[in-house]
């Protein structure tokens, strides 16, 4: 491969990569509570009527009852999310 093959390679290579880059969003510093979205066995904690205490034992699929949490203002944009208070941590 000739310098100029080489040099083109190279900067498709970095354009590749500064494109991928910018594909992934930043961290969220603020998260919400998400009821009516979480898949069977894929829920984040205890059921919101208090069927149970613990991540992972959703029932079924989309229930009003299962949250998981998802970066804020993303819950209203998904079929079905419903935006939960988050209760604060116990001390």
């Given amino acids: 491969m000739n310098k100029k093959h080489l040099l083109t390679a190279?900067?498709?290579g970095?354009?590749?990569v500064s494109l991928s880059a910018q594909a992934v969003p930043d961290q969220p510093?603020?998260?919400?509570?998400?009821?009516?979205v979480a898949k069977k066995g894929k829920n984040d904690c205890g059921a919101l009527d208090?069927?149970?205490?613990?991540?992972?034992?959703?029932?079924?699929h989309n229930m009003?009852?299962?949250?998981?949490?998802?970066?804020?203002g993303t819950c209203?944009?998904?079929?079905?999310?419903?935006?939960k208070?988050?209760?604060?941590?116990?001390k």
Avoid: N, R
């Fill in 10 to 12: 190279a900067l498709i």
């Fill in 14 to 16: 970095a354009g590749a």
């Fill in 29 to 36: 510093k603020e998260w919400e509570k998400c009821a009516g």
């Fill in 50 to 60: 208090g069927s149970h205490k613990c991540a992972g034992q959703a029932k079924d």
């Fill in 64 to 72: 009003d009852t299962e949250w998981v949490y998802v970066p804020k």
């Fill in 76 to 83: 209203d944009k998904l079929t079905g999310g419903m935006v």
């Fill in 85 to 90: 208070k988050v209760k604060p941590a116990k």
